[in-house]
């Protein structure tokens, strides 16, 4: 794998304590940042599911809303 169609994300601690995360979604190797996030997170985890979904979106481009649910906020 070459990196070029491959993401890196990257779950930072702004404090260096628990309880405020951020990520970034990079491609390749992690020097060229796509994506930060705009907002923070308490949780690792939710840091991580929420750059799922722009992940996603970079990836696969946006999806329509259906009349009976949204998959994205």
């Not at 491609?27 to 907002?39: F, I, K, M």
């Not at 949780?43 to 996603?56: C, I, K, P, W």
Request: with cysteine; hydrophobic share 40%; aromatic share 10%.
């Amino acid at each position: 794998m070459d990196g070029t169609n491959s993401y890196l994300v990257r779950v930072i601690n702004l404090s260096g304590a628990s309880g405020s995360f951020t990520w970034e979604l990079c491609r390749g190797d992690g020097l060229l940042v796509l994506q930060r996030s705009p907002r923070t997170f308490p949780t690792r985890v939710e840091a991580l599911f929420d750059s799922a979904q722009y992940a996603t979106i970079l990836e696969f481009g946006a999806m329509p809303a259906s009349s009976s649910s949204r998959a994205f906020p």
